[in-house]
């Protein structure tokens, strides 16, 4: 038998009627993006980002002289936490999703894995989740490209 190849299989980590959590390098990480996200909350509902100079100006802004895809997210939270949603999307288009997806793939980390967690992940995860972070890539890129074009209403 070749060294490499065993007969007796070993449960997967991945595999998902195991009854565990997900890695604990993954809650960690979990847990550190629910901080930020609840953090930049009370920064923000603490002290107003409408007010020029109150969190400094945006790096891209000011060596490029474009606005980046986080650009108006400090003023988007602040307005999201007054409930005003019409103008944290005016801010920035993608703030509300980007934190839905955030929130929801940090609880899917603390979820434990078999039926609970198989509502939320049908079946096996496979190449997909390959290509999120190709996809969020091209969204940046192109929002970026639309935000950036004169009299763009994408603009914060």
């Given at each position: ?28 990480q979990?847990?550190?993006?629910l ?54 999307v ?10 839905v ?34 996809i ?7 929002f970026?490209v ?5 009299g ?5």
């Amino acid at each position: 038998m070749n060294r490499y190849t065993t007969s007796e299989v070993s449960p997967s980590v991945d595999d998902p009627t195991e009854p565990h959590a997900g890695h604990p390098v993954q809650r960690v990480q979990a847990g550190a993006v629910l901080f930020v996200v609840i953090g930049t909350a009370v920064a923000v509902t603490l002290r107003d980002p409408h007010e020029p100079g109150s969190f400094g100006v945006c790096p891209s802004l000011l060596l490029f002289g474009s606005y980046c895809p986080g650009c108006g997210t400090l003023r988007g939270m602040a307005d999201l936490t007054s409930g005003d949603i019409s103008a944290t999307v005016g801010h920035n288009l993608l703030l509300i999703p980007m934190i839905v997806a955030l929130v929801a793939w940090a609880v899917l980390q603390w979820l434990p894995r078999g039926k609970a967690r198989r509502r939320f992940l049908p079946g096996r995860i496979g190449p997909t989740w390959v290509n999120i972070p190709l996809i969020v890539g091209i969204t940046f890129l192109i929002f970026t490209v639309l935000r950036n074009l004169p009299g763009s209403e994408l603009a914060p």
